[in-house]
């Protein structure tokens, strides 16, 4: 068994469990309306969903949060290994590198139909080097934890004692109790910045004035109803389920998501299912993304991180 086998992980809850119980809030659950008709197809349909009482982190998981898991443990993150040739044959060299996802800014105004113009694959790009080699942490332990993949972020939340939350607790959660969805602006004419993400023209200009330009410490913009911060924007967050482009025509309790069979029809033949990411991030723009909302959704490939995704936790109320 390695350093960071599940039952290692087991043993190490209880530390896990001292050091996060005072960040988590108790959610009571209830029901509501998932998803949104007004907005992009794959929030669509809007059913009635119900969720038991859970909680969850108050904020997302930071770089020094994770480092003490890490320390703990010895888990070795995705981006910290390098692939076999055999089992990827038609990979380039670069992509079985250790290494991961990074932004990187265009000097001059681009079009948006083709993401490659604004991301790049940086060997040595990992969590304690979020856009590359160069790059440190050493100063920005209060900022979300990235260039994690969902199987990273599962085992930190299985040695914190818990787990990734659902797709719609996670909505539920976001919500802060409201029932409608407007977060179609971060920002507020009478209460000011209620989230990072982009001010200007993406992806090439950032006017940073919500005070950031990159990620933010985490509870750096006011919580909701909940007590929850950074549900919008910040960083996009991963969820358990796996994902599929439209949500099930059907009314749920306690949904886990469609099945990993299911979702691999959906994503590419050589990667297979992806996962849900939720709320948005630092780079959704008004004319771009614009998902910075509880129904907001994407995808993320499972074995892949990024400099914009993190994630919080979830633990079940016995």
């Known amino acids: 068994m390695t350093r960071s086998g599940s039952l290692l992980l ?15 809030v108790r959610i009571e659950g209830g029901r509501f309306q998932m998803g949104s008709a007004n907005h992009y197809r794959e929030e669509q349909p809007v059913r009635w969903v119900e969720v038991g009482p859970f909680e969850i982190s108050a904020t997302e998981v930071t770089n020094e949060q994770f480092a003490s898991f890490v320390d703990a443990t010895g888990y070795v993150t995705t981006a910290e290994r390098s692939l076999a040739p055999a089992d990827h044959p038609n990979w380039p060299a670069l992509l079985l590198q250790p290494g991961s996802m990074v932004f990187a800014q265009p000097s001059e105004p ?47 939340a299985e040695w914190a004692g818990g787990r990734l939350p659902t797709e719609a607790e996670w909505e539920f959660a976001a919500r802060g109790g409201r029932k409608d969805n407007n977060w179609d602006e971060p920002y507020d004419p009478d209460s000011g910045w209620k989230a990072n993400s982009w001010q200007g023209t993406f992806p090439s200009s950032d006017l940073e004035l919500d005070g950031h330009h990159g990620t933010s410490p985490v509870a750096s913009f006011p919580a909701n109803n909940y007590g929850l911060h950074d549900m919008i924007g910040n960083v996009w967050e991963y969820v358990s389920d796996w994902w599929v482009p439209a949500h099930p025509r059907v009314n749920q309790i306690d949904p886990i998501g469609p099945s990993e069979a299911l979702a691999a029809q959906f994503g590419p033949s050589d990667i297979g299912a992806h996962k849900v990411v939720k709320g948005g991030s630092w780079l959704c723009a008004p004319r771009y993304c614009r998902r910075y909302r509880p129904s907001g959704r994407q995808s993320a490939e499972r074995g892949l991180g990024s400099n914009h995704i993190g994630f919080r936790v979830a633990r079940d109320i016995e």
């Not at 809850?13 to 996060?20: H, L, N, P, R, T």
């Not at 969590?127 to 979300?144: E, N």
């Open 10 to 24: 087991s043993i190490l809850c209880v530390v896990g469990i001292e050091a996060d119980a005072a960040e988590l």
């Open 110 to 156: 681009t079009e948006l139909d083709d993401a490659t113009a604004w991301w790049r694959y940086v060997p040595g790009a990992n969590w304690r080097h979020p856009t590359g080699p160069d790059s440190s942490i050493a100063t920005l332990g209060d900022r979300p934890v990235v260039q994690v993949s969902p199987e990273d972020a599962a085992a930190y």
